[in-house]
């Protein structure tokens, strides 16, 4: 009977397309997005390189995914610019105003509740 990591270990590619790796088990130079982000860096067009499955109870399939790319084709994180500063602005104002009573929040409106707290929960 084959293991979990054995079922997920294809570094060629032939069973899942691309390299698939187990849990804790990819080779050095792949990094998720996130951990891209975290060393300034972003994926810059490269298709994703290699991927990591694990078995999963809350996930349908049984299995979750993780894909990574090439730390050696990644580009840095372009920075911001103030027109995308008062864009980003702008949203959270958003978020943070009651469409009831047209005032700021001080925190993002809830989607479930549509309304801040005190419109949603008059006393």
Known sequence: MATVASRFYDPTGARYGIPTYPWRLAPDGYLTRRQLRVRGL??????VAAQVMWRSRRSPA???????YR???ARPVRPMTPGRVRALAAAMRARRTCPGCRTDAGYCIP?????????????
């Open 71 to 73: 730390l050696d084709k």
């Open 42 to 47: 972003r994926p810059g067009g490269q298709p």
């Open 111 to 123: 989607r479930s509740l549509g309304l801040c707290v005190t419109c949603a929960y008059p006393v």
């Open 62 to 68: 049984g299995w979750r995914v993780a894909y990574f």
